[in-house]
């Protein structure tokens, strides 16, 4: 599902625009962003909880020269499904 079949979808759903839907998206999107660069969680009780969580540094291969490289530190977003999401 593309971001415009959820727009559609949740217009259909609640009954409002298109516009309404994608105003409404855009803003969960856009705090959902800011509460995880802030390190914080994100749970929606019934689907599942986005976390940050730091991947520690590794060594790797550059695939062209086979040469061994530092990959550094970084954070990542992960997903954990709630019970409600089973399939």
């Known amino acids: 599902m593309s971001k415009l ?4 979808a949740m217009a259909e759903k609640t009954g ?3 516009a309404e839907a994608k105003k409404a998206l ?3 999107l856009e705090i959902a962003t ?3 660069k802030k390190g914080e969680n994100v749970s929606l009780i019934g689907f599942g909880t986005f ?4 991947r520690a540094a590794r060594k ?6 086979k040469k ?4 550094p530190t970084k954070k990542v977003v992960k997903f ?3 019970q409600g999401l089973a399939l």
């Open 68 to 71: 061994e490289i530092l990959i």
């Open 16 to 18: 409002s625009t298109k």
């Open 5 to 8: 079949d959820l727009i559609n």
């Open 80 to 82: 954990k499904p709630g």
């Open 51 to 54: 976390s940050v969580q730091k």
């Open 60 to 65: 790797g291969h550059n695939p062209q020269t």
């Open 26 to 28: 855009e803003a969960f």
């Open 34 to 36: 800011e509460t995880l």
